[in-house]
């Protein structure tokens, strides 16, 4: 009988084990596939600023810049872009998908709670974009930050339609994977809440590095407040709501400025 318990017990360790690796590899796999692959071309890049002649402040990082000369063409390619640029959100919504468990229900991805939502993802968006915005320009103007050029693209038809569309991606992948799915797989392996907090906030910054160290620093704010933001709610929906406000406002309106308020932002 002791050796049967012992057995059993070994059996049981080793599922354990087995399942805590197989959890770890899921994760690198998907960062890697996802947001981790950005953070590391970003802090190559970050390096690659620091090495060059020009201060951090006489560079620029353009988010969303022409992908051909061709109207069309361009079109395309930025369709296509944001579209496979979804394809890790579809991947962690697969994997968090068991039976008996939806995915979208588990990280509050849904439209059970539409107004209680958009209240949430508003008043996160003031909450982060107004002082997100200050230390953007003093960060810029002491020469930690580069100069951040919102849109690049040509005046056409679809000029609006695809930016709104690049910052749902945006928003998309980085609260479903850095909050949905890292705080899941982060509890499932026993991490305490600050940690996952802690850990996801630095994800968060580390991948926004190429812009310089005023925007690492408040984005790891931001993602602190997002990750307090989830603990207490439970949902994903109204981070993503403020994201993809914060980001249309910042992709928006930078031409808004640039053509009536020239000299406000750098490099407008």
Known sequence: ?????DAARG???????????????????VLALSLGASAVYSIV??????????????????????LATEPIFDLIYQLLGIFFGLVPVVLVLFLLTKPGTNAFTALGFTL???WRDIGRGFSLAALIGIPGLGLYLVGNAIGITVTIVPTALDTYWW?????VLSALRAALVEEVIVVGYLFTRLRELGWR?????????LLRGSYHL???FGPFIGNVVMGVVFGMAYQRWGRTMPLVIAHWILDIVSFTGYG?????????????
Do not use: C, D
């Open 159 to 163: 000029t609006l339609p695809i930016l």
């Open 45 to 66: 890049a970050l390096l690659r600023r620091l090495a060059a002649t020009e201060a951090l402040n006489a560079q620029t990082a353009t988010l969303n810049a022409p």
């Open 11 to 29: 059996s049981r360790l080793w599922i354990v084990t087995y399942e805590r690796k197989r959890a770890w590899l899921e994760i690198a796999i």
């Open 112 to 114: 059970t709670q539409p």
């Open 193 to 201: 809440t600050w940690q996952i907090i802690g850990v996801s906030a």
């Open 256 to 268: 808004l400025v640039k053509a009536f308020v020239p000299g406000f932002l750098p490099g407008t």
């Open 210 to 212: 190429y812009q310089g």
């Open 1 to 5: 009988m002791p050796h049967g318990l």
